[in-house]
């Protein structure tokens, strides 16, 4: 701090902070002179003043300051009488200080001129104006063969004044990380994170050097962020995570349910302690979650490891009746149009030769009289054929033609008018998927039984897996889990009323689904285990889907746990449950009615903050944002960075 | 031309500036640093010569106090020469032919002599008129003759001894030197001795202080007398001018002879006025020291105060009756109750009035008789008891009075007093 009652008008006569010279004597022993120096940096105090003539006497004019009027008084001459050794006046530190600055920059500005002008490529000619070497791969970035500054500077090259404005402004470097780099979101927004794709102008936008500073050397980490980067931007400041941090946002981490339904609770507590199954049940966490694996996820033994052993028998339990020979009210068809698809049944023919033989031996029966139609069949038509084939299951008078006409179909070329019909309800290919597997012999065969309003009677005793058929049913049984044709025909059930429209078929479509996604009944027991989640789209068409996978589709990228290290503290057995707490009263199940993924009743506890702070803390382990937290949305390059190229300057820019 | 090359030069134009600037500043620092040596010498020999000035002037109180003596001491008049114009210059040495004491320039000798007609012992003062001289003292006096011109006045008495009876070998008592009107020789400010007739002797004694301690301050002696007859010291005067540049000698004839010539002789006709002064002088800024007829000291006094001098400046020897006392400023206000004076002796109740310069003046002009010598409160011989009152001194008496009495010659009342007298 500069004391600035020195320069007060009391006391120092010339002290200023402006002036360019102080006393010499102030500089050698603390006591400045009365008069101080003068303007040309020569000594002001040879004498204490300057006397003034009037009427023939120089009378003194030495300020108060220095004592007032001098005893000795002036001299006859007019000069003082108090007259001292002139000092060397010093030049202040404020001259001093200018000057330097004033030299550094021309120096500089001199090296910079020079080194610029002595390479004709404009490249550093001299070691000092290297910024340093670039880190990892950049290093690596190259046009034609030399150091590619252009990659990154877009000013490099050019002008000496776009060159100096970039020095200032920064201009250059932003936009071309992005050549390379992409994320989830835009690259200028804080954390690439957008709010329904909306930005907020009032957050600002960031850039990549922010953060990122290059010329660091070769093994510098420029991705690394610090805690106090991230407090720069962040108005909630906290010291650290296990002083003041904020807590978990409950349920942590159970935002969102699983995709597969695995009621925790209901397992260990009731199935695997249940004599009938408890052999098949796992000792301990280790038996389903694969904790040797253990990373940001733990991933499962899988179902047929995990789940097979009880649940195998309701997979292929489960049939599915795709078409069914209803109760019709009365006759639609030719006999001979049946016939001639189909043949003669052997009573049929026996029939006939009856009726041959009775008519040579001269038994003429008047010409035929229709027979009164009975119905053979009393069941119900199917829900997937009432949706195929746009019939009512309760309309007996209004399903029988179409019915019969299909079977009839059906008759000349097998399953093909049922893969067309299920075309106008999904895409050919899908439609195919449906039926995959299904023999034409099979359809033509069932179809021709009940076209002559007759039951089938299956070869085999046992019905096989896969496709097959009963007395009145066309059937399809699960060959084991994941089966495909199951899957593409619960893939259809799930997706067909957001496809269909048209009051009548969206409502059979709705009922179809509910059949496929009915937890007890349901074909193949699929929705047993896989929910049925709402994935609507933001254009506003009601959407759900299955879920097949174990892992859910999105995962939270920009923050991040680790298990793998967790794991090895204590042990597997105990290690799950010291943060996954059991929560047998949490209504799970109920959590799966609904289609919305985020309303969920996770098994298990929230994890508290707490427990991560017993480790995590300033006397423990690492507890930095960047431990937990990314700073980007789904990093990732957007080609193939061996094979980029930036393209020379000028080639292509002059148009030839 | 090549844009690249211009930069180029041009930054190294810069460099090579900069490089030369550094240059310079290290030649600089060298430069600025034997300035500061020197200005370091300068003041060390300027603090020396202040120790060497103190050091001398401890010497010459030491020397003083050691060789001073108290009371009267034998002195023989071993030497008298003629200067012409009735004034004779006497040497005189200390009849124990012991070391004599350094003195200021300016002082007096207070002789006390005895004559066979004389009722007592009669006191004057006259002024050394040479340097100091570890061996002898002079004073040069000159013989005071009636005064044609009025009817009461005499001759001196004591200068018509000294000039009848004081012979080579005469012994006469002598007080050690004394006196305010003495220059200081250790201190160097310029000066102007203004003489009037045997008024020179005072300066004389200054000038040849002057000269004898090699100082070359600035010295201007005005001496006006009436002619060439008058003009004693006439050749030793000028072989100090023409010796010394630092000395300035302005002789001034009143009424000179018809064998005085300009420019050989003396330089003015007339008087030493201020006029004079005014255009001998480049200013007024020196120490003037005056000795002369009362006529000429008040004039020059009052000239120079006119010019700006400060009353401090103005030195004048203050001897004689009607020479220049330090009057009462104008300025004081007469209180509505004069004090009384009251000589008791005389039976006289005086109011007093304000602007006699002492109560010996105020005494003599209402007829009373006091016996004075030097008039400047240094011989004792206007002492008188005081019975009651108090006095206030005008200037510091040369020995203080016992206790009871005052010296009248230098004194004013303070309230109402009654004096012996």
Known sequence: MIDFSKFRYFASAYERPSFKYRCGRMARWGKACARGPDISGSCGGVTECTPLFRDGRHYCRRPKRAGGDCFDGPLPDGACSQSHPPCAPRRTLRVWRGRAALAAIFIVISLIAISMSSRPDGVAGLAFVDPGPLSGHHANLSVEGSVACTVCHAAAGASADTWLASVVTHADMDGQCTDCHVFGGPSNIAHNRTLFGVTRPDLGETTCRSCHKEHKGAEADISKLTDAQCNTCHLTRFDSFSRNHADFVKPFPYRKRNNIIFDHASHIGKHFSDPKTAADAPANCNGCHLTEQAARYVPVVGYQEACSACHEDQVIGREMAVLRFPEFDQNYLEESEILDACGLTPQQAADLFERLRAFEEGDRPDPREPEEYFAYSLEQATVIGSLLTGIDIDDVAGQSEPLQRLFLAMTRSGQDPLVELAATRTTTAGARQLFAGLSPELARQTACQWARNVEYVRPDAERPRGWGADEFSLLYRAIGHADPVMKSWMDFAAAAPGRITGEEDHQRALAMRTLFADRKTGPGACAKCHSLEDVSTSDGVEQLAFKWSYYRDEQRSQKFFNHQPHLGLSGPEIACESCHRLNADADYAGSFEDFDPTLFVSNFGSVERATCVDCHNETGVRQDCTLCHRYHEDPKFNKPVTRYMVKPKGEGDDGS | ?421
């Open chain 2, 1 to 421: 031309m090549d844009p690249d090359f211009l930069v180029s030069v041009t930054a190294i134009l810069f460099l090579s500036l900069i490089s030369v600037w550094v240059l310079w500043l290290g030649v600089d620092a060298l430069r600025s640093r034997a300035i500061a040596r020197r200005s370091v010498e300068a003041e060390h020999g300027f603090l020396q010569a202040r120790v060497a000035q103190i050091m001398a002037q401890k010497d010459f109180e030491k020397e003083k106090k050691e060789l001073s003596w108290n009371g009267y001491r034998k002195f023989e008049v071993t030497e008298r020469r003629d200067e012409g114009g009735n004034i004779t210059s006497f040497i005189l040495r200390p009849h124990d032919k012991k070391k004599l004491p350094p003195f200021h320039p300016g002082q007096y000798l207070t002789f006390s002599l005895t004559a066979g007609d004389w009722p007592k012992p009669m006191i004057r003062c006259y002024s050394l008129s040479n340097c100091h001289q570890p061996d002898c003292y002079r004073v040069s006096i000159k013989r005071i003759d009636k005064n044609p011109a009025i009817a009461q006045s005499h001759d001196g008495r004591v200068s018509n001894h000294f000039h009848q009876k004081i012979q080579p070998g005469a012994i006469i008592d002598v007080k050690a030197p004394s006196g305010q009107f003495f220059l200081d020789i250790t201190k160097s400010p310029p000066i102007v001795l203004i003489a009037g007739g045997v008024g020179l002797t005072p300066l004389l004694s200054m000038l040849n202080a002057v000269v004898a301690t090699g100082s070359k301050r600035e010295v201007w002696l005005f001496y006006g007398v009436r002619d060439g007859s008058h003009h004693i010291m006439r050749e030793h005067l000028a072989q100090l001018a023409l010796e010394n540049e630092n000395i300035n000698l302005r002789v001034c004839y009143s009424s000179p002879r018809t064998d005085d010539v300009r420019g050989r002789d003396y330089h003015h006709h007339g008087r030493v006025t201020i006029d004079l002064l005014r255009a001998e002088l480049p200013s007024s800024n020196y120490r003037y020291f005056i000795c002369g007829p009362a006529d000429m000291m008040k004039q020059a006094t009052a000239g120079l105060k006119a010019w700006g001098v400060p009353e401090n400046h103005i030195n004048y020897e203050a001897f004689g009756a009607a020479t220049v006392k330090n009057v009462a400023s104008p300025g004081v206000v007469k209180p509505d109750r004069a004090m009384k004076i009251e000589f008791a002796r005389s039976g006289k109740v005086l109011d007093w009035d304000y602007q006699s310069e002492s109560l010996l003046d105020f005494a003599e002009n209402h007829g009373i008789l006091i016996e004075s010598g030097c008039r400047a409160g240094n011989c004792g011989t206007c002492l008188t008891a005081v019975k009651s009152g108090d006095v206030e001194y005008v200037t510091e008496p040369g020995e203080q009075p016992e206790s009871g009495s005052c010296l009248t010659c230098i004194s004013v009342p303070k309230a109402d007093l009654k004096l012996d007298a």
